[in-house]
């Protein structure tokens, strides 16, 4: 059974930096693209950032370009996305996927998901 679980979300101010942790079990971690999204209240799922099988190459969208990172660690069968210099807008839902294939920015080419942390910015 596949578990992708999401750790490190929670309260943060403008400006703060949180990182999140999504661990995975149940798959061959390194045979699998790791992505980022996430979703706020009344708005459509985003596509934040992608991580090559073996981390090589990375994907952001210009809208957190520079200010998240995406990481992996295969022999913790975890990724991770560093958010710096949060906004209020950053607030949402975010959930990490898993693809077989390779990196996609279109959630439905990713075949696993996680049940989503919740990150909450005041300002």
């Known amino acids: 059974q596949v578990q992708l679980v999401e750790s490190g979300g929670g309260l943060a101010q403008a400006g703060d930096s949180l990182r999140l942790s999504c661990a995975a079990s149940?798959?061959?971690?390194?045979?699998?693209?790791m992505a980022w999204f996430r979703q706020a209240p009344g708005k459509a799922q985003e596509f934040l950032a992608s991580i090559s099988r073996n981390g090589d190459s990375t994907y952001y969208p210009d809208s957190v370009k520079g200010r998240f990172t995406i990481s992996r660690d295969n022999a913790k069968n975890t990724v991770f996305l560093q958010m710096n210099s949060l906004k209020p807008e950053d607030t949402a839902v975010y959930y990490c996927?898993?693809?077989?294939?390779?990196?996609?920015?279109?959630?439905?080419?990713?075949?696993?998901w996680g049940q989503g942390t919740q990150v909450t910015v005041s300002s």
């Open positions: 149940g798959l061959t971690f390194n045979r699998y693209a």
């Open positions: 996927a898993a693809n077989l294939d390779r990196t996609s920015r279109y959630s439905s080419a990713y075949d696993y």
